[in-house]
């Protein structure tokens, strides 16, 4: 089982910055990449960012320029860094982690219980 912990959500007002942060734990043999997913009310989960073991990236069009996803491989971690705030980046944020707990397993998709970002003046 793999379990992830967030942290570094919260409220800021426009033009503020907020770091995330995504520890994975648990009985992980490989992850093929780690990343942040958004919800806002009334709408769907939206790919924020994404980082492959590669260190490929992928962003949303709205979030580039303003945020960079980061990993510690050694920690299992991976960051968002949101830089340049809007009201509409508000949502319940969530980590995202693809990994394989043994050597053999398939691939499984692990998620966050997720962190509120409130973006508010």
């Known amino acids: 089982q793999v379990q992830l912990v967030e942290s570094g959500g919260g409220l800021v007002q426009p033009g503020g910055s907020l770091r995330l942060s995504c520890a994975a734990s648990?009985?992980?043999?490989?992850?093929?990449?780690m990343g942040w997913y958004r919800q806002a009310p009334g709408k769907q989960r939206e790919l924020v960012a994404a980082?492959?073991?590669?260190?490929?990236?992928n962003y949303a069009d709205s979030v580039k320029g303003r945020f960079t996803i980061s990993r510690d491989s050694a920690k299992n971690t991976v960051y968002l860094q949101m830089n340049s705030l809007k009201p509409e980046d508000t949502a319940v944020y969530y980590c995202?982690?693809?990994?394989?707990?043994?050597?053999?397993?398939?691939?499984?998709?692990?998620w966050g219980q997720g962190t509120q970002v409130t973006v508010s003046s």
């Open positions: 995202n982690v693809k990994a394989r707990p043994g050597l053999w397993s398939s691939l499984y998709d692990y």
């Open positions: 648990g009985s992980i043999y490989s992850i093929n990449a």
């Open positions: 980082m492959t073991s590669s260190i490929s990236t």
